[in-house]
Structures are given as C-alpha cells and as structure tokens.
C-alpha cells in the first residue's frame, strides 16, 4: 500500500469525528405530523384525480409505473420500517400491499375511482409542502470536441471517493463524506470552480461529450439527466452518475438575492435570459453553487433513485425521511401555463396520482419535485412551478 493512502486511511476517524460533530451542530431534524382523511373525505379526494392532466388515458396506464415502484418495495425486508414519523411508522411490507392492492383496482377505477377512498387511508402532511418541478433537458452536443462543441461533460472521477458516515453512528443514517487525497491528506472535492474554470479535470479521458453552450450543462446537473441532440439527429441519453459533494446553492436565489431577478420572476427562462444577455457575469454566477454532477451515456433513461424509470407526471422526487421511496400518493398542485402572449400563468389546481421514485440534493423536508417530462411543455412547467401543493400516502385499509 502506498504510503499517502495509508496515512490518510490513518487520519479518517479524525476526519470523520470532525464532520460528525458539525453535523449534529448544524443537522435539525424537520418537524412534520400525518393526519388521516375520513372516509368521505378520502372517497371526495379520489373522484377529483385528473389523469388526463398527467397524461393518462386510462387508470391502466399507471400499471408500468406501479411496477417500478413494486420492484424496488419488494426488495425491502416487509417487516422492516419503511418510515417512523411522529404518529406514523409505516412497514415496507404495508407500501407493498398498497402497491398490489392499487394494482388490482386498476381496471375498476374507470368506472368509480371512489374506490379508492373505500380501499385506501389518505393520509394527509399536514405541514404544506412546496412543490418545485424537474424535466429532462434537451442539449445539443457532440461526442468529440470543436470549436462549435467546446465544453466538456465529465463522467465519474476516479480519484472522487465517498465514506458512508452510517458506519459511525446510527444518526448519521444516509450521510456521506466526499473527498480526495492530496499530498496524503483528505480534503473537499474540486468545486465548480475548480473544474469549469481552472479545468482541473481536463486530460484525464473524463470527457464523454462536449456541448455548445455551458449553460446547458449548468440545467443538465440541476435536473440530474438528459438528452444529448448529437449533430447527425441521433440521441442519447446522459444520466446521473454522481456529484462532488459540496452543497448545491440555488442560482435563481442568489441572483434574487443580488437584485438581478424581480422576486416575483425567478425561472429558469428568467436566468437564462440574464446569462444570455450579460455573458461576462455568466462565470461569476454559475460559480455560486459549487455542487457538480457527473455523468453517464446510456441508450435509455431516465431513471429515479430507484433505478426505475421514471413517468412523466407521476414520478416525483422526495425526501425519503419523510416519504419512503416507492410510496403512492394523490397531491393537488397548481400546473403552471403558458398565456397567449407566453406570459406565465399560474395555472388551475389538479389532483393527480403520484409515486415517490427519485430523490434530489436540494430535495429536503417538505419539497417535492414533480418530474414533468421531456419537450417544450415539460421545460415550461419545469421552470415554473414552485408553489404550495397537498399530499396524501395511501395506505391499505385495515378491516
């Protein structure tokens, strides 16, 4: 064994005590609580799901996506605890059980989706969460650089490591550290800084396509997947392989926060707007959030954290301390439109059906992402939604 790994494999205990302790110092654990629907309630909620709005034709078209979420269920011990929060604990053999009893209800639910109010405990969080949207973007790029396609999209570091700080201490349950090994220390990975600007990771072989425009790259690791629109018409699809570690900053706050965006139009148009028009602050400002994301060619995709694939206005993005991964849920949120000037309006709330299948490093506490798709449509709903919503766990009805 070399000698720099051995004395930094000799310093991590300290490393780690250190992390510990800042994140006990800084950790709060969010508050929330569940209150069950009546079953008259639940019954009304039921009839008001629009599968239309999500693009459904037919309650049997959830069927793929059902699957998804009981492939990853079933792989979960049934008596172990899915979710133990305030006055709910929730068993992965219960989420199971919902996922097969909704499954067998599918043909029915044409006809009286009130069964589902009849079969089902809505469960309601109480505290409102806020729902933002992801899509997958499409990006034009090319497999070997020019000077159309100067800017790089990296695969994987290998000299990127991570610890599972679980190992520690139970309370540290889904923290990791990322680092590297520098002159046989452990110290932070390369921030964005470090890999756009001083491009320290270049002529290493980590280029796996290389695009037009940096910005695109910048939404492509904010939505965690995509698209590749290659010069000859083929795509392909480049999906989350992993990230540096460092905490992701949110753009459209700090530019909110600096007086370049109205409070009232923070979009994803509305930033790139800006970048385009003032292209000598674009550095500066992509720079704010030092989080990077890394990627994967793949001929399919995309997929959630659920190595499933996702469905377009079904799957949602969660925070699996609050909602368990695989979960079924109804939501009512305001869709986000487009106005006949392509003014944004806010849009008329709808229920619909949901099933929780990806996470996301800004996903935390009581937002929730809603994955909306690929195309014009998805990109507008995408870049405006961010507003309060409803949530409801469906849960079989005991006798």
Known sequence: MPYSQFHARRLVPC???????????????????????????????AEQIDLHKQGLASWNDLAPALDSSLAYVSRKPASATALHRDNLTVTWGELRAGLLLMRNLLPQLDNDPSLLGQNFQFVQLTQDPKFTSYYEPAIEAALEPSSVYAYPIYAMPEDLLSLDLSAFHPRFKGQRLFYRIENGKIVPYHDRAAIDADRCLANRGLEIAWAKDPIDIFFLQVQGSGRLILPDGREMHVLYAGK???????????????????????????????LDRNPQ?????????PSYVFFRLSDAGPFGSINQPLTPRVSLAVDPALIPLGALMTFTIPLPEKGPEGQFLMGTPFTGIGLAQDTGGAIKGHRIDFFSGYGDEATWVAGHMNAPGSVWLLLPRTP
């Open 244 to 274: 540096n570690g460092h905490q992701y900053v949110s753009l459209g706050r700090v530019m909110k926060e600096m007086g370049l965006l109205e409070p009232d139009n923070v979009s994803m148009q509305s930033i790139r707007a800006y």
């Open 281 to 289: 602050k674009m550095r500066e400002l992509l720079d704010t959030n």
């Open 15 to 45: 490393i780690i005590c250190l992390c510990c302790l800042l994140i006990t110092a800084c950790a709060k654990r969010p508050v929330t609580d569940y209150a069950p629907e009546a079953q008259r309630s639940a019954r009304t909620i």
